[in-house]
T-cell receptor, first 113, second 115 residues
Framework: DAGVTQSPTHLIKTRGQQVTLRCSPK?????VSWYQQALGQGPQFIFQ???????QRGNFPDRFSGHQFPNYSSELNVNALLLGDSALYLC????????????FGEGSRLTVL | AQTVTQSQPEMSVQEAETVTLSCTYD???????LFWYKQPPSRQMILVIR??????QNATENRFSVNFQKAAKSFSLKISDSQLGDAAMYFC????????????FGQGTRLTINP
């Protein structure tokens, strides 16, 4: 049973560029959440997708956007990258929007130069 | 807004000994969930233990147990018989019972196990 998978594992971008990160939820899960974890910090909630809609959003600018596909996989897009966007981006999946244990992937490490 | 505070950036313990990690939180809600997650160098967050606020009994999972003090808004994690594999970052997290599954994390505590 595959867990949460994320790609790419590492990537380097320059300021002003755009990036797309991908997440496949654990088998049977229908809800995906994204978190940003800066170095030495705890993760911060970006947003959650359920039934292909953004259901809740954290305190992140509109440069951060997402999408959920009919197969429940998800993408996180970040436009106009800033140095401060360098972080580990974690995807978590669950069964149901309101309850159920969250299962995390190993993250995508983004470095912005 | 809810906040979670972990006041111990680093802790160390001898193998086979017991260690307690501290966590305090702030909320105006009466019903919520609290969690401890472990993040090893592999980066994947792993759930260690979960506590529902309406339950007075402290949660336990094998060598891991919590001391949940609702009035004091305190939620500490005790690891008994520490093992080398317990070395990791530990994060305390809060989740409201309302709305989506937004987790609010603390800053983390790095736990080192000395052989």
């Amino acid at each position: 049973d595959a867990g949460v998978t994320q790609s790419p594992t590492h990537l380097i971008k320059t300021r002003g560029q755009q990036v797309t990160l991908r997440c496949s939820p654990k088998s049977g899960h229908d809800t995906v959440s994204w978190y940003q974890q800066a170095l030495g910090q705890g993760p911060q909630f970006i947003f959650q997708y359920y039934e292909e809609e953004e259901r809740q959003r954290g305190n992140f600018p509109d440069r951060f956007s997402g999408h959920q596909f009919p197969n429940y996989s998800s993408e996180l897009n970040v436009n106009a990258l800033l140095l401060g966007d360098s972080a580990l981006y974690l995807c978590a999946s669950s069964l149901g929007q309101l309850s159920g244990e969250l299962f995390f992937g190993e993250g995508s490490r983004l470095t912005v130069l | 807004a809810q906040t979670v505070t972990q006041s111990q950036p680093e802790m160390s313990v001898q193998e086979a000994e017991t260690v307690t990690l501290s966590c305090t939180y702030d909320t105006s809600e009466s019903d919520y969930y609290l969690f401890w997650y472990k993040q090893p160098p592999s980066r994947q967050m792993i759930l260690v233990i979960r506590q529902e606020a309406y339950k007075q009994q402290n949660a336990t999972e094998n060598r891991f147990s919590v001391n949940f003090q609702k009035a004091a808004k305190s939620f500490s994690l005790k690891i008994s018989d520490s093992q080398l594999g317990d070395a990791a970052m530990y994060f305390c997290a809060y989740r409201s019972v309302k709305g989506a599954q937004k987790l609010v994390f603390g800053q983390g505590t790095r736990l080192t196990i000395n052989p």
